[in-house]
Every structure is written in structure tokens, then in C-alpha cells.
């Protein structure tokens, strides 16, 4: 069973926005913090965002910054992505992940214990 579920993707013209969700399935478990990652054809995955919960400190690429926001709920192991302004290059699939040994390299994704299947996201200009 994949213990973290990813929603939201589809198919935006570039200018767009999206809300990606990402909820824990089954599984109970205890997260420091989530994250965002995508990978595109042919490319290797890459960070894309991530919150910390004791803190309640986010951080993000220097692609992605103000134009995507991430926010959660750490109880519910539960986060989001709010993607605006959106352009093609944004276009992979996305992967939402739980860092349960509280990391201190957050853009790894090797420093990540759980992950979702991924949801799609398609920009065409």
C-alpha cells in the first residue's frame, strides 16, 4: 500500500494555477516535515519544496520561488502545493514525501522515508 496519496494534477496553459494535495493512506505515522519533488522525462527528480512542522518554516527552489506556495497539516501528515503562475517547464511529475528522522538536508531525496505515486502536471503554452 503507498502510504502517501498525491491529487490535483492536470493539464494547465502556461499562466495557470494548480493546488496539489497529498494525504496520508492507511499508514500511521509521525513526520518532521514533507515535501515536494518532480521529475521530468529523461531528468533526474528535484526538490521543489518543503515545511517543516515544529517550526513551521517552508522552503523552496529558487525555480519555483514565489510562484508556488506549501503548506500542511502535520497531525494529519496531510500537505499542499499551490502552483501559480505556471510556465512548461514546470511540467513533470510530482511527488509529495515524508521526511520521518527529522533531516537536515531537505532538497535530498534520499533524506525522505515515505512517498507517494505521484500526480501528473502538464503545462502547454
Known amino acids: 500500500q503507498v502510504p502517501l496519496v498525491e491529487s490535483g494534477g492536470g493539464l494547465v496553459q502556461a499562466g495557470g494555477s494548480l493546488r496539489l494535495s497529498c494525504a496520508a493512506s492507511?499508514?500511521?505515522?509521525?513526520?518532521?516535515?514533507m515535501g515536494w519533488f518532480r521529475q521530468a522525462p529523461g531528468k533526474e527528480r528535484e526538490f521543489v519544496a518543503a515545511?517543516?512542522?515544529?517550526?513551521?518554516?517552508?522552503y523552496y527552489a529558487d525555480s519555483v520561488k514565489g510562484r508556488f506556495t506549501i503548506s500542511g497539516d502535520g497531525p494529519r501528515n496531510a500537505v499542499y502545493l499551490q502552483m501559480n503562475l505556471l510556465k512548461p517547464v514546470d511540467t513533470a511529475v510530482y511527488y509529495c514525501?515524508?521526511?520521518?528522522?527529522?533531516?537536515?538536508?531537505?532538497?535530498?531525496?534520499?533524506?525522505?522515508?515515505?512517498w507517494g505515486q505521484g500526480t501528473q502536471v502538464t503545462v502547454v503554452s
Open positions: 492507511g499508514r500511521t505515522f509521525s513526520s518532521y516535515g
Open positions: 514525501a515524508a521526511d520521518l528522522h527529522a533531516s537536515s538536508i531537505l532538497e535530498y531525496p534520499a533524506e525522505y522515508a515515505l
Open positions: 515545511i517543516r512542522w515544529s517550526v513551521g518554516s517552508t
